[in-house]
């Protein structure tokens, strides 16, 4: 058969495909924007800034929508009161993983002005390593340097439209190189690197006396070795080691680093925190968890810090784990669910002028810390982050340190730093910057 009518036929079948897939599913789903054939609606997302795109969909089809990510449907939940209803209301049913075929392919000097990325992703992955690894490293030690830049790298990459094309369409990771292929060599060195720490465990490892979250593991490993349908092996082990490097260090690093840049925004908001932490806990001694309590403003500020951010624009793609009757629509067991956390952070009814950065958002009349149920920046349900417990924590012992011990000092003028993320994409990346930390 001639080649080019070969093709034909091939894109022939392949649209009549798509129409057909598409059509056979629309009846059951949430209205939406007409999707063209195998595209779907992927021209009228914008992938620079997904959250955006849709809201402004939001508008026409209302909280509860379908879009067509290449061939899949994808209902989308924007706003709290969707979002509630389905991670909170329904959890069990809205708890499933979603489809994430980029991540589905790797699974299987002082005073003077510094970028702080290196410094601020330095500490929350010693502490993951303190928790897996039983072992925390040197700033200037050359493997943790080499681990912490393929790290921050993959995050880039995680966050760039690249990939939320390639999540769209799966079929081009194979076809086409680009940077997923730089993520994948990435993921396969920092496997091989969790590889080699895991044998040195084997090797030392006391079944009595477990030392880190590796040895707990291999204990668990040991005892069910009989069991041919355990979850427990190495390769799991390997998986979840880079889960939680990659959920426990990344977005508490960028938060930080976001944190410093709005706080050098907004030298009057920093004032008042270093004030409270004069007041509360003084220059002698370090900060701890217990005096979050009696540092509203500071509680606040850190709050604020997160729902401004918007870290997770998208959230993590969910899946609805049986048929599900939601708001009148029938939503199929497996389909793929977006919940818009940008829709719930930044509800203007619950926070005025959301755009703007505001500590007031979270403090009554009387200056006390006002909680908000529309504060989701770690998700919710029964997919709620596992790591917020430590991420908040992290974030005030971080910030409430350095700020006990350093003024910030700005190389521009605040008024001229633009907080703006450089990628809103799977998570939302902060621009770079310089900073100045002055001992005081």
């Known amino acids: 058969m001639d080649p080019v009518v070969a093709l034909v036929l091939c894109l022939s079948c392949l649209l009549l495909l798509s129409l057909w897939r598409q059509r056979s599913g629309r009846g059951k789903l949430p209205p939406g924007p007409m999707p063209l054939p195998i595209l779907g609606n992927i021209l009228q997302i914008d992938n620079k800034n997904i959250s955006k795109s849709l809201t402004n969909l939001s508008k026409i089809y209302g909280p509860v929508f379908t879009v067509y990510l290449g061939l899949r449907p994808t209902v989308v939940l924007h706003g709290y009161e969707a979002v509630k209803e389905a991670l909170i209301d329904h959890g ?18 002082l005073a003077s002005p510094c970028d702080p990325t290196f410094l601020l992703g330095c500490a929350p992955c010693n ?3 303190s928790v897996i690894f039983n072992n925390r490293f040197n700033y200037k030690d050359q493997h943790f340097l080499k681990f912490m830049r393929k790290v921050d790298e993959n995050v880039q990459i995680l966050s760039s439209p690249w990939i939320q094309v390639c999540n769209n369409f799966p079929v081009l990771i ?27 465990h084997q090797e030392s490892l006391d079944m009595n006396n477990p030392r880190d979250f590796i040895d707990c593991f291999l204990i668990k490993m040991e005892e069910e070795k009989g069991n041919p349908q355990t979850e427990f092996t190495t390769e799991a082990l390997i998986n979840i080691v880079n889960d939680l490097f990659g959920a426990g260090t990344e977005t508490t690093t ?18 008042k925190v270093q004030e409270e932490i004069d007041h509360v806990i003084g220059r002698h001694r370090s900060p701890c968890m217990q005096d979050k309590s009696s540092m509203p403003y500071t509680e606040a500020v850190l709050h604020e810090i997160q729902r401004y951010i918007d870290l997770l624009p998208t959230n993590l793609p969910h899946a609805v784990t049986s048929d599900i009757k939601f708001r009148n629509y029938l939503i199929p067991k497996g389909t793929t669910i977006i919940t818009s956390l940008t829709s719930v952070l930044h509800d203007s009814k619950e926070f005025p002028n959301p755009e703007k950065f505001d500590p007031g958002h979270f403090l009554d009349a009387s200056g006390k810390f006002k ?9 919710a349900g029964k997919r709620i982050c596992a790591g917020e417990s430590l991420a908040r924590m992290e974030l005030f012992i971080f910030l409430t340190t350095i700020l006990q011990n350093f003024r910030l000092k700005s190389v521009a003028d605040p008024k001229d730093l633009d907080t703006t993320p450089v990628y809103n994409g799977f998570i939302s990346v902060p621009p770079a910057y310089r900073i100045c930390f002055i001992p005081v």
Not at 177 to 197: A, I, M, P, R, V
Not at 371 to 379: G, N, Q, T
């Open 92 to 109: 069990e049913v809205f708890s499933g993983r979603g489809s994430f075929p980029v991540g589905d392919r790797v699974t299987k000097g």
């Open 254 to 271: 960028t938060t930080l680093r976001y944190g410093l840049l709005l706080l050098l925004k907004h030298p009057e908001v920093t004032a």
């Open 127 to 129: 502490v993951i390593c």
């Open 174 to 200: 194979n076809i086409f190189s680009g940077s997923h292929k730089k993520l994948f060599k990435n993921l396969t060195d920092l496997k091989q690197y969790f590889f080699e720490k895991i044998k040195e």
């Open 371 to 379: 909680k908000s149920d529309y504060f989701m920046p770690f998700s």
